[in-house]
């Protein structure tokens, strides 16, 4: 059964880091572009960070450049976003998803993982 489960979320005190994991089961993650988002009650998604397949484009929401880093490990089938100096306001559930993504755009396409919480305290 194709799937994304998300890991490494917890709580954390403001100037901390944490690793988010996105492992892939059932296809091979490498096969698709990857996106990063997150996601606050009553307030719409947002894209944190999205990678192209062939890693010719990466995207970083200006709120998080220079604080986060998306990487994939090909051998683990796995996808991660290193989230360093975490704030108050990154406090979300996050979420990975395949993506197609033009160096432009970076649109849903097909699986979803269901989130890990990250909560950031003062």
């Known amino acids: 059964q194709a799937r994304l489960v998300e890991s490494g979320g917890g709580l954390v005190q403001a100037g901390g880091s944490l690793r988010l994991s996105c492992a892939a089961q059932?296809?091979?993650?490498?096969?698709?572009?990857i996106g990063w988002f997150r996601h606050v009650p009553n307030k719409p998604r947002e894209a944190v960070s999205c990678?192209?397949?062939?890693?010719?484009?990466?995207y970083y929401a200006d709120s998080v450049k220079g604080r986060f880093s998306i990487s994939r490990d090909k051998s683990k089938n796995t996808v991660y976003l290193h989230l360093n100096n975490l704030r108050p306001e990154d406090t979300a559930r996050y979420f990975c998803?395949?993506?197609?993504?033009?160096?432009?755009?970076?649109?849903?396409?097909?699986?979803w993982g269901q989130g890990t919480q990250v909560t950031v305290s003062s």
């Open positions: 998803a395949t993506v197609i993504y033009s160096g432009t755009l970076c649109v849903e396409y097909k699986y």
């Open positions: 059932g296809f091979t993650l490498d096969d698709y572009d």
């Open positions: 990678n192209s397949k062939n890693g010719e484009n990466t």
